[in-house]
T-cell receptor, first 112, second 114 residues
Framework: GQQVMQIPQYQHVQEGEDFTTYCNSS?????IQWYKQRPGGHPVFLIQ?????EVKKQKRLTFQFGEAKKNSSLHITATQTTDVGTYFC????????????FGKGTKLTVNP | NAGVTQTPKFQVLKTGQSMTLQCAQD?????MSWYRQDPGMGLRLIHY???????DQGEVPNGYNVSRSTTEDFPLRLLSAAPSQTSVYFC?????????????FGPGTRLLVL
């Protein structure tokens, strides 16, 4: 089935440093979504990317979809303690079966 | 709107017991789904429904049943609880608008099976 690899699994940064998490697939993706889950909370939808090479920004967050639509990244500039949490990518399985498959997530901790 | 609600928030079961995790949404979304989240495993799809009366299996359906008699409700039943079902369970409903499919998650149910 559709699989998506997310790296790194953990990332610890000093406040003010940048952070990037990557999502990679062996097959071409129709779209990719990103979610954030705060400690003890539930996943919250951040964004969906659809077009090859697409770049979208949300304040300090930059989302990118690769030209081949096989990878994606989430970059946070100048991290803050409020960025702490786990970031997941998610992709729709092939064949229009409406199943969303999640990566295992990158857990971000920020040292103030 | 209350969004997606789940009950109970916490539950402890003994092996072999059965129970139903409740999920409801008031956003009139057709698509709903159940996930379980285990440490280091991300979210794995258990069952999903594309509308009332229609359900299908996800990645890890064994040991779970679902039904969708109304658009609003999507309960998850554990038939005979096992320690391997200790997990955090999230229900979600999906809004499709302008080509974007946004999943709204409930607060989760933390289940411990002894």
């Amino acid at each position: 089935g559709q699989q998506v690899m997310q790296i790194p699994q953990y990332q610890h940064v000093q406040e003010g440093e940048d952070f990037t998490t990557y999502c990679n697939s062996s097959t071409t993706l129709s779209n990719i979504q990103w979610y954030k889950q705060r400690p003890g909370g539930h996943p919250v939808f951040l964004i969906q990317l659809v077009k090859s090479g697409e770049v979208k920004k949300q304040k300090r967050l930059t989302f990118q979809f690769g030209e081949a639509k096989k990878n994606s990244s989430l970059h946070i500039t100048a991290t803050q303690t409020t960025d702490v949490g786990t970031y997941f990518c998610a992709v729709l399985t092939q064949g229009g079966s409406e199943k969303l498959v999640f990566g295992k997530g990158t857990k971000l901790t920020v040292n103030p | 709107n209350a969004g997606v609600t789940q009950t109970p928030k916490f539950q402890v079961l003994k092996t072999g017991q059965s129970m139903t995790l409740q999920c409801a949404q008031d956003m009139n979304h057709e698509y709903m789904s159940w996930y379980r989240q285990d440490p280091g495993m991300g979210l794995r799809l258990i069952h999903y429904s594309v509308g009332a009366g229609i359900t299908d299996q996800g990645e890890v359906p064994n040991g779970y049943n679902v039904s969708r008699s109304t658009t609003e409700d999507f309960p998850l039943r554990l038939l005979s609880a096992a320690p391997s079902q200790t997990s955090v369970y999230f229900c979600a409903s999906t809004l499709t608008s302008g080509g974007v499919e946004t999943q709204y998650f409930g607060p989760g149910t933390r289940l411990l099976v002894l």
